[in-house]
């Protein structure tokens, strides 16, 4: 008989959440591996918000309504209200579970019949979720272990081991540490790596998929913790992936599909327009996203045509500030004159509103309102949908001890003060109040 593997991503506590393509593509990944060398996998993904018995417990309840979807992949989830937590008492906002209602959580649990558990993490602040998986998981399966993996895990490795207390943690790239723990379990070991080929779940993609081309970035901007989660840029097999998303589409008809990509454009020309011309080619009527961003500076007329070409629906840029100097001290990703240049190209080919978007950070330690404010006001001008990346200190970055020492909050005891809702890095030349201001200023401006 095949050993079992029950994959499991977990709910979300915060005040607000938006399944902004939020997939669990690690586990996916791992999901695959497993898989091909003989396991047999499920999935419980706890955000499905099409998940039937939810759906049938809460219609017919007064006031409910399904959770509302865009239709390409993003939108919102079930939720519940909760008491906050001791911790977040002071933060005017509604603490909220959001994913599949715990009892119903714990059946389709009790439900499998595991070898072994895999559990994935994310933001270090939504950790409730994954104690919540583990409890359940050791509720109805005890002595099966349940293995947590992924980014908290491995930016918190103690924190996970002492709070969610799974049997095992596995910090940093997944092989190695799951190879040698399903070996010590006693079950069979896959051969070959974690590739960047997913396993074919529906509810792994909900209404759009996701995929990755290249792992890791060449970049070390000062707030991110990409070098900490994958510390090699490695470029992607453009073939490769242009097969597992034909197969992916043929499969699930999925037309949405999000990069993961933290440097889609690096080695575009190596990378990125083979696996273009090839999607073009294929004649699959697909649009792709970019939640994460992507680089300004490798952005040119030949980039954004073909981008275009092979469906890009919209273009999410990481601008940060309007400051030169910013730029030099933070993350030596882009100037001004690179901006303006992307921004006049974009106008041509009629991108406008929503879709030349950029992000510009707020919130950093010692940051001054005035730095958001030009900022904003600079990208709308000249003609950018702008978006306010509300810093979150991550432990392990260049920026973690500063802002260590900048909050009032014990951010390296709490993972809750890590959620920029708290304002952990709030002074008085940047306060709760000014965000909240800064935030009419996103948007498109008036003149676009
Ligand atoms: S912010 Fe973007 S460019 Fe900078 S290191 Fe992170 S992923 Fe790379």
Redesign the pocket.
Known sequence: MKPAALLIAPPVYDFAFYDLFVRPYGLLRIGHWLEEGGYKVNLINSLDPRDSETMERQTGVSGWTPPGRTGHGTGKTFRRRLESPEALKSTPRAWTRYGIPEEILGRKIAAEQPDVILVSSTMTYWYPGVREIVRLCRKHHPGIPVVVGGIYATLMTDHCRDICEPDVVVAGPALTGLKVNLDSFGLPVPGGEITEECLIRPVGYLDGGVLRLNEG?P???R??A??LIDPRFVPGDPDRQFSFIKKLHDATGLANYAFYD??LLVNKEQVLFPFLRRIIDSGMKLSFYTP??I?IRHLDEETIDLMLAAGFAEFRM?YESADDAFHERM?G?ITAADFSRVMAILKTRGMTGDRAAVYVLAGLPGQYRSEVEESLTRAREAGAFTRMAHYSPVPGTALWAESCRASRYPLDKEPLFHNNSVFPLEWEGLTRGDILDLKKLTGSSAAT
């Open positions: 970035c970049f070390a901007c707030y991110c990409s070098r933290d440097a994460n961003a680089h990481g993350d990703k």
